[in-house]
């Protein structure tokens, strides 16, 4: 059968599956004529086509057809002895043509048992051990373990229809998929076949449209019938949300697949059941968050569509978790490309533009303030972090340096937290490298050498930030993020820009990534860390702020002090300059606009 005839085939056959329940008091004549013509394309069809007729034939039978009931028992006997015949199941067949007959057997049985009822009534339990015990008629148990045998097939095709049929009988018979735990969760581990993968996947995602056609069916019989018949639909689509729990975490692990198809089901599938509210979206943030940096750009803006219904209803969700998700996406592509990007290139108008992987995701928080530095600081708070690789910070560096800023109050914002962090931790990591290195005979390695690249990075950050943005240290002096009268001042540079190669103009790769036990390593580390810090600008405050502190007298004291002056109190002044460093050190901060007198506190605030 050629390619259009089957297609008329297939139209055909969804006509009449439309048109022939609607006729009154059909003839017996009619009926039979097209359940003759209809199970005829069972046996001589392909998938396509059986997939239609088996579906009109079960409609009609179901509807106006009841002489042809016994036509539908003779089918499934065909079917049901051809595959019950074979014998061992689990052998690859011998003969092409046998696996052929089989891989029909298997499809249109299935076929058959979802869209038809074979006289058997079954519970509709609501609870995991409800589904797991129940039992259905002789015809589904039957056909069941069938599918269960033919699923142990060396021959991988068998197998796929198998596992497929098995996934027909969901929606009509929710107990199966209980009792198919533990065959899907085997096809959907990481060794498993592509194919086998990716038909777990569409039947559960043909699973959750099923239910919905049901419950559309229901809902239209009750609006023509005054019948209202929904709350048994909704007693087994109540079913699906403890059924996709149970597999909602190796549908997750999909879709960080090494294979660009099986991330597309899988990520197909979460948006399918996002959409039903089966799972709190908050369990597949950080996964959607990850599929920004796939180099598929079509499942990237699959992923952003998907996160921006979830920020439309609650973007705090994807702000709590858009750290991990950050993290979670340099590991995707670690090990799904080998290689990390944090920028695409883009076509322009007449251009050749580079675009932050996280831009788009950061223009859906710029409405508001709070959004935003929530953002932002999400990124930078991976810095913070001592347990992060060098290369995952300069991943996170090339994310900031090209995120599409709108307004000087957010590249402000950023330059805002890294003096935060470089003055405090920098200035005390680069003292203590400085002593270490200074004594003649040093020995061991110099302490906490792994931060260097981090603080280094944020200068480099923060210099590039300034110049590429036009923005003066006396602007950088003058920012506080508390600050509710901060103007939105629009930048006159934005990013993407026409910018082939973005390392010239930020340049992180000379910065030692590992091998921190080779002491010309740390070395090297050090001296560039010395560099950066010396040429990095006073663009952050000291405030002093005046503290005056009197000693307690004692009685006798005070009485003399009275006797001699009266009037005059005596004071004594106490100088201290500190600053808190991270992790309980003190560093003495010397940088600033302004000179701190000798009776104040220093207090360090950007």
């Excluded at 993968?197 to 049901?214: C, G, H, I, M, W």
């Amino acid at each position: 059968m050629d390619q259009e005839t089957a297609i008329v085939h297939q139209q055909v056959a969804s006509i009449l599956s439309r048109a022939v329940p609607l006729i009154d008091f059909p003839s017996t004549d009619f009926i039979a004529s097209v359940t003759k013509d209809l199970s005829t394309l069972l046996y001589k069809s392909g998938m396509p086509v059986i997939q239609s007729c088996a579906k009109c034939l079960c409609k009609i039978v179901s509807s106006v057809g009841q002489s042809q009931v016994p036509a539908m028992e003779s089918l499934y006997k065909s079917f049901y002895s051809c595959l019950e015949k074979y014998n061992p199941k689990t052998q690859k067949p011998q003969k092409p043509q046998i696996q052929l007959t089989l891989i029909r057997s298997l499809f249109a049985i299935g076929n058959l048992c979802k869209h038809y009822n074979f006289g058997e009534e079954s519970s509709k339990p609501t609870t995991v051990d409800g589904l797991k015990k129940v039992k259905y008629g002789s015809h589904i148990e039957n056909i069941y373990k069938i599918f269960v045998a033919f699923c142990q097939n060396e021959d991988m095709s068998i197998k796929v229809v198998a596992l497929r049929g098995i996934g027909m009988l969901f929606a009509s018979y929710p107990g199966i998929s209980m009792r198919a735990i533990d065959i899907l969760s085997k096809a959907l581990c990481a060794t498993s076949d592509i194919r086998l993968k990716n038909q777990a996947l569409v039947s559960l995602d043909e699973f959750l449209t099923d239910e919905e056609e049901r419950m559309a069916e229901a809902t239209d019989h009750t609006a023509l019938t005054k019948v209202d018949d929904r709350d048994t639909v909704n007693a087994d689509t109540g079913v699906s949300g403890i059924i996709i729990q149970q597999f909602m975490s190796d549908i997750l692990s999909r879709i960080s697949d090494k294979e660009t198809a099986i991330r597309q089901a899988a990520l197909t599938l979460t948006i399918h059941i996002l959409k039903r509210s089966l799972v709190h979206p908050i369990q597949c943030v950080a996964h959607l968050v990850s599929l920004q940096g796939d180099h598929c750009r079509a499942l990237a803006e699959m992923s952003q569509r998907a996160l921006v219904s979830v920020v439309d209803k609650d973007a705090k969700l994807v702000l709590s978790r858009l750290v991990d998700g950050i993290a979670l996406s340099y590991k995707f592509q670690m090990q799904v490309f080998g290689s990390c990007k944090a920028v695409f290139i883009v076509a322009g108008k007449g251009s050749v533009q580079n675009e932050s992987i996280f831009s788009r995701l950061y223009s859906l928080f710029k409405g508001t303030k709070t959004s935003r530095q929530g953002f932002l600081h999400a990124l930078l708070r991976h810095f913070e972090s001592e347990s992060k690789s060098v290369s995952f910070l300069q991943y996170i560096t090339r994310i900031i340096s090209t995120l599409s800023f709108g307004y000087q109050e957010e590249v402000l914002y950023v330059i805002y937290h890294i003096n935060r962090l470089t003055s405090f931790s920098g200035s005390s990591l680069l003292s203590n490298l400085k002593k270490f290195y200074s004594e003649e005979q040093a020995s061991g390695l110099p302490p906490d050498i792994e931060e260097a690249p981090g603080i280094i990075f944020l200068v480099r950050l923060k210099s590039f930030l300034k110049s590429f943005y036009n923005l003066s240290s006396i602007k950088c002096q003058g920012y506080d993020p508390t600050s509710v009268e901060v103007k939105q001042t629009p930048l006159t540079n934005k990013l993407p820009v026409e910018v082939i190669d973005c390392t010239k103009s930020l340049p992180l790769e000379d910065v030692p990534v590992s091998n921190w036990t080779d002491p010309d390593t740390c070395k090297q580390a050090f001296l560039i860390l010395k560099k950066e810090m010396k040429n990095d600008d006073n663009d952050y405050n000291i405030l002093a702020t005046q503290t005056t502190k009197r000693k307690r007298q004692t009685g006798a004291k005070k009485s003399a002090a009275k006797d001699s002056s009266p009037k005059k109190k005596q004071r004594t002044t106490k100088t201290k300059t500190t600053a808190k460093a991270r992790g309980g050190k003190k560093a003495q901060l010397k940088r600033g606009n302004s000179e701190v007198g000798e009776d104040s506190d220093e207090e360090y605030e950007p």
